[in-house]
Nanobody, 126 residues
Framework: QVQLVESGGGLVQAGGSLRLSCAAS????????MGWFRQAPGKEREFVAA????????YYADSVKGRFTISRDNAKNTVLLQMNSLKPEDTAVYYC???????????????????WGQGTQVTVSS
């Protein structure tokens, strides 16, 4: 089992920045990828960014590329999401997720992640 706890959400004006943090505990030695997803009201959960734990390879949704940066701190078992130039359409609940399956295929699919945090609300006002 892996436990994930997100923090750092809040209310920010358009153009502003927020940094989300996800602390992992439990069977983290089996983690292959950690990802961030988001879900806005009435919409499906969508991929935001992911990072491969061992190599540090990163993946981004086109909608956030160039604005968001995912990083990891292996010693602290923490993954960060730095969000800059925020837009009202970035408003959503953001979830951290942990994936043990190996390989690139499935990195952007929520169904390939086995463990999820409780989510943190990000609201961007116009």
């Amino acid at each position: 089992q892996v436990q994930l706890v997100e923090s750092g959400g809040g209310l920010v004006q358009a153009g502003g920045s927020l940094r989300l943090s996800c602390a992992a505990s439990g069977r983290t030695f089996s983690t292959y990828t950690m990802g961030w997803f988001r879900q806005a009201p009435g919409k499906e959960r969508e991929f935001v960014a992911a990072i491969t734990w061992s190599s540090g390879s990163t993946y981004y949704a086109d909608s956030v590329k160039g604005r968001f940066t995912i990083s990891r701190d292996n010693a602290k078992n923490t993954v960060l999401l730095q969000m800059n130039s925020l837009k009202p359409e970035d408003t959503a609940v953001y979830y951290c997720a942990d994936r043990h399956a190996r390989g690139i295929i499935g990195t952007m699919s929520p169904t390939s992640y086995a463990y999820w945090g409780q989510g943190t609300q990000v609201t961007v006002s116009s």
